[in-house]
Structures are given as C-alpha cells and as structure tokens.
C-alpha cells in the first residue's frame, strides 16, 4: 500500500513538486541568472551611492563633478526595477504552467482510479484553491531562495574585499536567519496542515449541504445546519488566525535578528571611523568615508532576501500542504483506492491473492466476441457490512441473462466489478477462460456498455448528455438515433446535474440513448443494463425494450431487473 501521510520537505525546497513540475528547473535558471545580475545591481547602486555622498560631504565635489555618477546611480536603480518586473513576470508564467500541469496530472490520476469515497467538495478544494495557492510558492517564496542564496555570497565577497571586519560579523549572524526561519517554518508545518484540513473539511461541508438542501428543507431541517455551518467556520477561523499569529511573530523575529545584526555592524564601521586606530581599519577620509558607507548600504541588503524568504515561506504553506495532497493522489494506485474503498472489516476476510494478481497483471487483447462472464466463488465486501454472500454465476456466451435476486443481493455490485471499479475479497472473474485480473482494464472497459442504475448527467443539453457516451464525441444523426431508439427527451431539453428538469423516468431514457450509443459506435460484445425500465409506464417501457432487441444479437447481455416485460426476453433468469 503507498504511503498517503503528507512527506514534510525539510529544505523549503520541494524537489517533488520542482521534479513534477516541468519547466521549474528553467525557472530556477533564470532565477538565478537574474539574481546575478541583481546582485551587481545592488553592489554597483551602493558603490555609487557610496561615492556620491562622500564625494559631496568629505571631498567637497558640486553637482558637475557627480552628475555622471547620479547619471549611473539612475540607470542602475531603473535596471533593478525592470529586473524585478521581468522577474515577476516569469514567476507568474511559471507558476501558471506549473498549476495547470499538476491539475491536469491530478485530473488523469483521478480518471484513472476508481470512483471511491473521495469527497467531492474536498478535491474541488484541493484542485481549484489548493493548488491556485501554489502561486506563492512558485511566484514569491522560490525566486525569493535563489535571491538569498546569490545576494548575500556577491554582498561578502565586496564587503570582504572593502572592510573584512563586517564581512566576519555579516558571516557569523547571517545563519540566524535561516536557523530561525527553519525552527520556525517546521513549526508552521504542521498548523498549515491543520489549517488546510479545516479548508477540506469546510469545503466538503457546504458541498453536501448544498447538495441535500431540498431534502433538508423538506422536512424542515435546514435552519439546523446554520449552528453545524458556525462550528465548522469558527475552526476555520481560529485556524487561519493562528497561523497568521505565527507568521506575524516569525517576521518579527527575523526582522529582530536581521537589524541588530546590521546595528553591529554598523556600530563597528562607526567606532572605526571615528577612531581609525582602534581597529587599523584605516578609514579615514573621502576614501574611508565611502567605504564605511559601502558597507553600511550592503550590510542590510546581505539579509533581505533571507528575511523575504522566511516570511514568503509562510504564505506557500497552504499551497504546500495541498501539494501533498495531490501527491498523495498521484503516487495512489488502482489498487490502493480499492482497498480504501473496499477494504474488509477487522474480522472480515481479506483477498490474499490480491499482490500476486497484481504482480501477474498482463496486457491482453480486448475481449473476444460474446464472450462468456464466470463469478467463480465471488465475495464482494464493503466497509463495516458483512461480505455479500459467496457467488458462483456464469453468464453463457451471446445470451441475455436476466438478474433478478433480490433487492441488496449485490446486482449492481456485480456489474460495477465487470467494469472494475469494484474488486471481489475473494474469488475470481473470467470472461471465457482469462481472469479479469489479466486482461487489460481499459480495453475491458472499451468492450462493454454499462447503463448504471442511476446514469449521472451533467448541465446542459440531452444531446450533450447522449453524446458522453464515447470518448471522441459523435455525429448528430447518431446522437438523433440514440434518442429515438430510447425514447428519450427532445435533444435540446436542458438538464441539470441533479436531474432537475426531467422526470426520473426521462433521466432514465437519457441514461438509456447515451448507452444504445455506445453500443452504436463501439460495437462492444458486452453489454451491462442496470434496471433499465425501472422508471417507464408499461407501454414506454415494452417500446424501449423493442428498441434494444437488435442489439441483444450476437451480444453477451446482462440485466438486473424484476420487471416482468425484462424477464419476458431472458434467455435465461438468475436469482440466489
Ligand atoms: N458504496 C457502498 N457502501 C456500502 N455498502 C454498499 C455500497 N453499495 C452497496 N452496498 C451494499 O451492498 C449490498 C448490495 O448492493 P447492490 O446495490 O449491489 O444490490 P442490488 O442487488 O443491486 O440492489 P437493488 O436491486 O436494490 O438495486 C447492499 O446491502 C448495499 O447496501
């Protein structure tokens, strides 16, 4: 089983997150190269103001003298400001494209996994907010750590060269900086964790609030939720003000740290220069006044980076701990979401044979024409119930088989473990004589159509809705044959996603035309139909039923139903 628990980077920086985002590694090139030229910028900008004022004060210079020096002074500070704008720049492009690169591997591990207990609300959360606070991370917090690596070692390498005495204390108080940071980062760690689970949880909350408001209002509960919603905020709140305090109280002390450091600094280079004895610093002068100012100028400019840093660090955490979540997604297998899904009970039993399934699986051909389905000693198990009761059941080759066992027996459990979103705890499941652990899942999948017993739809249009049915979409005339074979609602009827705006029974035909499409331009030899009349009148339902008679030819067809005008075309009927 993977490991799901979030992974802290010790280093602030998250190799992971730079390893899955492509183009990072450039980013933090140019980073780097405009840290550079940056650094000069700071060094060239303190040079010149150096030299300007103990021009003025100590060598008595006019404004002739200095104008090409004020000229240069300009031109250096414009050139840092256009860096820090092309900076900027970059950061947003690069975060832009990190965001959307991991949205869309998150989305394809999504679609890859089976569909299990994951909460909506919650990966609407962790897809949109979560990972949009990645922004700071990348466009902040990153180019803030090249800068802090490049600025301070170019601002010692002059101070060393100018005054080596504030290139020793610079040296020794500098690693407070980052000591403090870590100490302190490590600590925020775990609050940005909690802080977003509080955003998880508040998510998913008014998710399902939204989602059962009409049945919470019916029978008159939804002022209730008003108090359960203020317990739920008031967390989120406390949370948030918390990690704000520390994030507060961490600049502070870096703030701290950073001046007195610059304040001994500065005392040295005064005492120096008042008594240039003292210490043999020898700063005495126009040429001792600007060094003193030189060193002055650069000394805060060692640790501003490392301050920025530090406090950035605090705002990509919320953008750090939703990136452990999606690589928690990511690194899950098939296996791995079954097993939060379907995993047994303590007492219940458990499939041994699951690793060495796993370990066997191969890639076959698609499955043959009207192939034959065996359950061979099949238990399916959901969390916290007793296993369904053990089943062995073939399914014969180019026959419609009729399921009618009893409501719970596991109908719907069975077919959701043809198209593998379910796995059984025990036991197999063959098509001809190859176990469904072999085969390839997706060309599986491509062989079979399902009409589940509750279709899902989505906003728009019944067309729209038909044509989910195959992945490349579909032609009009074809989407028009889907929906007149089922009987299904005119093709440009709205629907909404909770069905609102159709009759269950027309939902039902929708569900019913997306499926006869899918068997219309996929041709697979399996299908799956999941009380396919449940909704209809006896009339619909027997026109329906004429409809699909000729594509039960030549087809492995399986249905669950009770209905007496469903049973009255099984080849065969099947209860336990
Ligand atoms: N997601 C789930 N979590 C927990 N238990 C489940 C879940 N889905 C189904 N069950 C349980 O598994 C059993 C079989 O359910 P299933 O839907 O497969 O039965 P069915 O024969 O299709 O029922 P019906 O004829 O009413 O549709 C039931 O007892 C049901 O409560």
């Keep these: 089983m993977t490991q799901l628990a979030p992974q802290p980077s010790k280093s602030g920086l998250d190799r992971r997150l730079l390893h899955r985002a492509r183009g990072a590694s450039v980013f933090i090139g140019v980073c780097a190269g405009l840290g550079i030229v940056r650094t000069a910028c700071v060094v060239a900008g303190a040079w010149l103001t150096a030299s300007l004022i103990a021009g003025a004060f100590a060598g008595g210079r006019g404004l002739d003298s200095l104008a090409p020096q004020l000229m240069a002074l300009a031109g250096v500070l414009a050139a840092r400001a256009l860096l820090a704008s092309v900076q ?42 979560g990972i949009d606070a990645l922004d700071d991370y990348f466009a902040r917090y990153l180019p803030q750590l090249v800068l802090a690596v490049v600025v301070p070692v170019g601002v010692l390498v002059v101070m060393l060269v100018a005054y080596p005495p504030a290139a020793l204390i610079v040296l020794v108080t500098l690693p ?26 508040l998510a998913h909350h008014f998710a399902d609030l939204v989602a059962g408001l009409p049945t919470l209002k019916a029978f008159g509960r939804a002022s209730k939720q008003v108090g359960a919603i203020e317990v739920t905020t008031g967390a989120y709140r406390r949370r948030s003000m918390s990690l704000l305090r520390v994030a507060f109280c961490s600049a502070l002390v870096l703030e701290l740290a950073a001046s007195l450091s610059v304040a001994v600094v500065a005392v040295t280079v005064g005492v120096d220069l008042v008594s240039p004895h003292n210490s ?32 950035h660090y605090h705002a990509s955490a919320e953008g750090l701990a939703a990136a452990e979540r999606v690589f928690a997604i990511l690194a899950e ?16 039993p458990s499939n041994p044979n699951a690793a060495a399934i796993t370990a066997a699986r191969v890639m076959r051909t698609p499955l043959g024409r009207a192939p034959t389905i065996m359950f ?25 088989t009729v399921l009618t066992a009893r409501s719970g027996a596991g109908k719907s459990t069975l077919m959701a473990a043809l198209v593998g979103f ?59 044959k889907a929906i007149a074979a089922a009987h299904a609602p005119a093709a440009t009827r709205t629907v909404a996603a909770d069905g609102s705006g159709l009759s269950a029974g027309e939902a039902a035909r929708v569900g019913l035309a997306r499926f006869l499409l899918r068997v219309d331009l ?5 299908l799956l139909l999941d009380e396919p009349t449940a909704h209809l009148d006896g009339d619909t339902e027997q026109a329906v039923l004429d409809s699909f008679a000729p594509y039960r030819d030549q087809r492995t067809v399986l249905i669950a139903s009770h209905r007496a005008a469903v049973r009255a075309i099984a080849d065969r009927e099947v209860d336990w």
């Design 88 to 129: 900027e720049a970059a950061a947003h492009r690069a975060s832009a494209g990190v965001k959307s690169g991991l949205r869309r591997q998150a989305l394809e591990q999504l679609m890859r996994l089976p569909s299990g207990k994951r909460h909506t609300g919650e990966t609407a959360a962790l897809l949109v907010r």
């Design 333 to 348: 297998t098939p296996e791995d979401a079954e097993d939060r899904q379907a995993a047994p009970a303590p007492g219940e």
């Design 422 to 480: 379910r796995r059984p705890v025990s036991g197999s499941i063959a098509f001809d004589d190859t176990e469904l652990d072999d085969l390839d899942l997706a060309a599986v999948r491509r062989s079979i159509a399902w009409l589940p017993q509750r279709p899902v739809l989505v906003d728009g249009t019944v067309a729209e809705n038909v044509r989910l049915a195959v992945p490349d979409g579909a032609s009009d005339p074809a989407v028009a």
């Design 376 to 400: 061979r000693r099949t238990v399916f198990a959901y969390p916290g119930r007793q296993p369904l009761p053990e089943l062995s059941l073939t399914v014969p080759a180019g026959q419609t």
């Design 522 to 526: 996929l041709d697979p030899p399996v």
């Design 280 to 311: 043999g610093g020898g700063m005495s002068g126009e040429a001792g006044l600007q060094t003193a100012l030189l060193v002055l100028i650069l000394a805060p400019e060692a640790y501003l980076p490392l301050r920025n840093a530090g406090a």
């Design 176 to 201: 407070l900086i980052p000591l403090f940071g870590v100490l302190i980062g490590l600590y925020t760690r775990t609050r940005a964790e909690r802080q977003w689970e509080s955003t998880s949880h």
